[in-house]
C-alpha cells in the first residue's frame, strides 16, 4: 500500500517539535506531523478550581480548536456559533486527563496549568499531535516555575505522548493521515506513557469487526511509535 512521504506500514510521519515558538505563555511548542500543525500553548494561573481550594493539589486542564484555515473548506469559528461542538469538547477532555495522568497535582501545589491546542492545518491526527506537543510545553511552563523557585521540582511523573494506528485496506498501519483516516476499517488513538503504561485508548471499528489478536498488534504498533515520539520529545527537552 501506497503510503505519503514514502512510509511503512509502522512509520510516522516527518515529525518536527519546536518549543518556544511564542513567547507570552509560559510554555508554547509548535508540533508538526506531516501536514499536520498544532500550536500547543500553556499558562499558569495561581489559583484552582473551586472544588480544589484548601486541597494543597493542582489542576491541569486543556482546551482545543481548529481555526477556518485548518482546512480545506471554512469552519466558523465555535465561539461565533456560541457553543463548542461534540467532538471538541470531546478532544479537550482527552488531552487534560492524559496530561494530568503523568503530573503529580500535589507537587505543583494550588495552581492551574490551561493547556491550549489550536490546529493551524490539519491532516489526520489533530489529537494526538496536541497530546504529543501539549506534553513538551507544559513540562516547559512547569521548567520556569521550578526555575523561578517556585517549586521544588518539576512535578512531572512521566514522559507521554499519542499517536494514532488503524486497519487500512485490510493493512495495520501507524499515524493516519486524512486520506487513510476517512477510510480506515478501524481507527483507534493511543496515549502511552514513557513505561509504556496505557493513559487512554480510543479504538472504533468503522468497516468490520476487529479480533483481540488484531487489538494487540495495533497497540504494539502504536508503542513502537509512541517510543520514538517520546524520543523525540526528550531531545527537545534536553535542549531547553
Not at 480506515?184 to 485508548?201: F, H, K, R, W, Y
Request: hydrophobic share 40%.
Amino acid at each position: 500500500m501506497e503510503r505519503s512521504y514514502n512510509r511503512k506500514n509502522d512509520e510516522a510521519r516527518p515529525l518536527e517539535i519546536i518549543p518556544h515558538f511564542t513567547s507570552n505563555p509560559d510554555g508554547s511548542v509548535l508540533i508538526k506531523t506531516g501536514e499536520t500543525m498544532v500550536l500547543c500553548t500553556a499558562m499558569i494561573e495561581e489559583k484552582v478550581p473551586p472544588f480544589l481550594r484548601g486541597s494543597a493539589s493542582g489542576w491541569v486542564t486543556a482546551e482545543y480548536s481548529m481555526l477556518p484555515g485548518s482546512t480545506d473548506s471554512r469552519s466558523a469559528r465555535e465561539s461565533a456559533r456560541g457553543k463548542i461542538g461534540g467532538r471538541t469538547y470531546e478532544i479537550q477532555r482527552l488531552v487534560g486527563r492524559s496530561l494530568r495522568g503523568v503530573v503529580d497535582m500535589k507537587a505543583l501545589g494550588e495552581r492551574t496549568v490551561w493547556i491550549d491546542c489550536d490546529v493551524l492545518q490539519a491532516d489526520g491526527g489533530t489529537r494526538t499531535a496536541s497530546i504529543t506537543g501539549a506534553f513538551v510545553a507544559l513540562y516547559i511552563a512547569l521548567k520556569k516555575l521550578h526555575d523561578n523557585g517556585q517549586i521544588p521540582a518539576i512535578p512531572i511523573i512521566d514522559h507521554m505522548a499519542a499517536i494514532s494506528v488503524g486497519a487500512v485496506n485490510g493493512e495495520l498501519v501507524l499515524d493516519l493521515d486524512y486520506s487513510e483516516d476517512s477510510g480506515a476499517e478501524v481507527d483507534m488513538n493511543v496515549v502511552m506513557t514513557g513505561q509504556g503504561l496505557l493513559v487512554e485508548v480510543q479504538g472504533t471499528a468503522e468497516g468490520k469487526a476487529f479480533s483481540r489478536q488484531e487489538l494487540n498488534a495495533m497497540l504494539d504498533l502504536a508503542q513502537g511509535g509512541i517510543e520514538r515520539l517520546i524520543a523525540a520529545q526528550k531531545t527537545v527537552i534536553q535542549g531547553l
